[in-house]
């Protein structure tokens, strides 16, 4: 019998996907004794799964319900097997992706903001918001009220399982791609992040979903940020320190860029932060993994995984290996 430790934050009915010799242990972290568990199932909320961990003896494997699991390694130690959850948020993410693209380019952070004022005319502040942000001073008739998707110039940064979800969703659109990846590739065409530089001034759209690594802090940074043409737009749905937070505030203030952002550096962001109150973004509180289908899928990944462990077959998201 495999002692498996979950959240007792999830509902008991959702862990009916795990297979027979399992049994399954409740974890919390209000816990004021120790627990013997071979495999555990964190919390996804990083500070209550760091303040359980001190109560587990005996983990062997810990099964994360996020693709993300920066904080694991050094709190479980290198002892311990860690799987993360590759492909349970590809679908929210990518749709979180989708979506806030389509909200900047129509401008929508504009006109919620004119749908609290009740004052209908205001809606002509967007030509002049185009030609502020793009320095389009071509004189357009009718006026520009919002842009178009179709047909920009999409820079993807990062080619894993969630960067191609990004890439099938923006199909329809017919968007011209570029991917950026560690390992370039021929088919589809892959560059590698040493062409970043030739690549950015291209885009309209750049799209930010890699993993946090020491190699991948601050990638956009000052000098990158300036090489943005007017009126592109950055997307972060990989980590906030991907993004040098004081040079995109910088970049920002100056009027000539915009950006959506579901994750920033520092996280949470504190209430006085100045990224809180810069023009041209768009700003959601890491939110885009949190769905219904959030847990299910996560768990189904999870379970997989231990089905492969009790028999003894090799695991497949395997982030890093006991030693």
């Known amino acids: 019998m495999v002692r498996v430790g979950y959240p007792v934050t999830l509902w008991p009915e959702m862990l ?27 919390d996804p909320y990083s500070t209550r799964a760091m303040r359980a961990w001190p109560h587990l003896r005996g983990v062997k494997l810990v099964l994360a319900m996020m693709a993300g699991t920066e904080w694991i390694p050094a709190t479980v130690g290198p002892h311990v097997t860690i799987c993360n959850a590759q492909g349970a948020h590809n679908i929210s993410t990518a749709e979180w992706t989708l979506t806030a693209i389509l909200a900047s380019i129509k401008y929508f952070p504009l006109y919620f ?31 520009v ?20 979800e990004i890439e099938r969703m923006l199909e329809p659109f017919r968007v011209e791609m570029f991917r950026v ?16 530089d030739a690549l950015l001034p291209k885009a309209q759209v750049i799209v930010l979903i890699v993993p946090s690594t020491p190699e991948t802090r601050h990638l956009i940074n ?36 915009r950006a959506a952002l579901d994750v920033t550096d520092p996280e949470p962001l504190p209430t006085e932060h100045p990224l809180w109150r810069c023009p041209n973004l768009l700003l959601t509180p890491h939110i885009g993994g949190s769905t219904p289908q959030f847990a299910p899928r996560s768990l189904a990944t999870a379970a997989g995984e231990l089905r492969r462990y009790m028999r003894g077959e090799p695991l497949q998201n395997v982030v890093q290996a006991a030693i």
């Open 222 to 257: 000052a000098a990158r940020l300036a090489l943005l043409q007017p009126g592109a737009l950055l997307v972060n749905a990989a980590r906030g320190p991907v993004v040098d937070t004081d040079a995109l505030v910088t970049a920002l203030q100056g009027g000539k860029i």
């Open 113 to 143: 903001d004119i749908q609290q004022s009740a004052q209908w005319t205001r809606r002509f502040e967007a030509s002049t918001y185009y030609v502020t942000i793009t320095g389009d001073m071509r004189p357009i008739y009718p006026p």
């Open 181 to 196: 990846a560690r390992t370039p590739r021929t088919v589809p065409e892959v560059h590698s992040v040493s062409e970043l």
């Open 145 to 164: 009220l919002q842009e178009e998707l179709t047909g920009k110039t999409v820079l993807l940064v990062g080619y894993g399982a969630i960067g191609k």
């Open 16 to 42: 009916s996907v795990f297979p027979e010799g399992v049994e399954l242990i409740p974890i919390s972290d209000k816990m004021d004794h120790d627990v013997e568990v071979e495999v555990w199932i964190p």
